[in-house]
């Protein structure tokens, strides 16, 4: 059984292995310290800016199977990155 659950730091590397397994998979470039900062740095990027992040984990393991997160818009409606 999987659960969604907010995004703690404990989340942090298995979200950045999904999605780089995603762009690695279709041959997409990676940017570190560019696009894809955001995932390095969910807290500041999302939660610090009114918006939320989760994480979906198979209970039984704990593992991070896959993630969501949402930055609040300048005129207040949500984007869902």
Not at 56 to 77: D, F
């Amino acid at each position: 059984m999987c659960q969604v659950v907010p995004y703690a730091p404990i989340h942090k590397e298995g979200v950045i292995r999904a999605v780089r397994a995603v762009y690695d998979e279709y041959g997409f470039t990676w940017e570190a310290e560019g696009y894809n900062r955001d995932l390095y740095e969910i807290e500041a990027h999302y939660i610090e800016r009114g918006g939320m992040f989760w994480v979906l984990v198979a209970s039984e393991r704990g593992t991070r199977n896959g993630e969501r997160g949402t930055r609040k818009a300048e005129r207040g409606a949500g984007a869902v990155v």
